[in-house]
T-cell receptor, first 117, second 116 residues
Framework: AQKITQTQPGMFVQEKEAVTLDCTYD???????LFWYKQPSSGEMIFLIY??????QNATEGRYSLNFQKARKSANLVISASQLGDSAMYFC??????????????FGQGTELSVKP | GAVVSQHPSWVICKSGTSVKIECRSL??????MFWYRQFPKQSLMLMAT?????????EQGVEKDKFLINHASLTLSTLTVTSAHPEDSSFYIC????????????FGPGTRLTVL
């Protein structure tokens, strides 16, 4: 079974509008972490935002926020006020277990976001 | 911020030859480094986890003898693709973790390997 699922292969959004990228996960470990990365066409992985399983509040970083719904096992990324430079692949990833053990990430299939002018 | 470099950024080689890719943490010591492979339009797949001074832990289905990983120092890990074949052509990305109490991994820019 997929541990991380991104069901939107591609998304379009108008510049300056908000967009939500979906991510669901599956784990039985009570301690885990969820990450979102952006990968532009150059290939580099850019860290966007992190949510720990025990964090009480949803994470926010500038225009990025993570809508964490633990009971539904979802960790959707919300990008507000989209910019042309946001066009890229976006990956959701999960680290199972506490951060001081192992640390390997499992990635979702990715969502290709295109921002239209 | 923490910087991770990879060298080379791209390489083309003939089938049957071996290729070495270096991953360096430039401004921090990395106790753990990870190697990923990514095919076009696909996700990153973890190949192996390497800890400084010990043998790498390979993911299921990854051939240890084909993808040799060495993490000889706290700032350098190398991935050697031995006897490369066209199906090994891919984008290889490393990441580094400053220590076990660090949550984040820092990714290198990737190496694009093309085997003719």
């Amino acid at each position: 079974a997929q541990k991380i699922t991104q069901t939107q292969p591609g998304m379009f959004v108008q510049e300056k509008e908000a967009v939500t990228l979906d991510c669901t996960y599956d784990t039985s470990d009570p301690s885990y972490g969820l990450f979102w990365y952006k990968q532009p066409s150059s290939g580099e992985m850019i860290f966007l935002i992190y949510q720990g399983s025990y964090d009480q509040q949803n994470a926010t970083e500038g225009r990025y926020s993570l809508n964490f719904q633990k009971a539904r096992k979802s960790a959707n990324l919300v990008i507000s006020a989209s910019q042309l430079g946001d066009s890229a692949m976006y990956f959701c990833a999960m680290r199972e277990g506490p951060y001081n053990q192992g640390g390997k990430l499992i990635f979702g299939q990715g969502t290709e976001l295109s921002v239209k002018p | 911020g923490a910087v991770v470099s990879q060298h080379p950024s791209w390489v083309i080689c003939k089938s049957g030859t071996s290729v070495k890719i270096e991953c360096r943490s430039l401004d921090f010591q990395a106790t753990t480094m990870f190697w990923y492979r990514q095919f076009p339009k696909q996700s990153l797949m973890l190949m192996a986890t390497s800890n400084e001074g010990s043998k790498a832990t390979y993911e299921q289905g990854v051939e240890k003898d084909k993808f040799l990983i060495n993490h000889a120092s706290l700032t350098l890990s190398t991935l050697t693709v031995t006897s490369a074949h066209p199906e090994d052509s891919s984008f290889y990305i490393c990441s580094a973790r400053p220590g076990s109490y660090y949550n984040e991994q820092f990714f290198g820019p990737g190496t694009r390997l093309t085997v003719l």
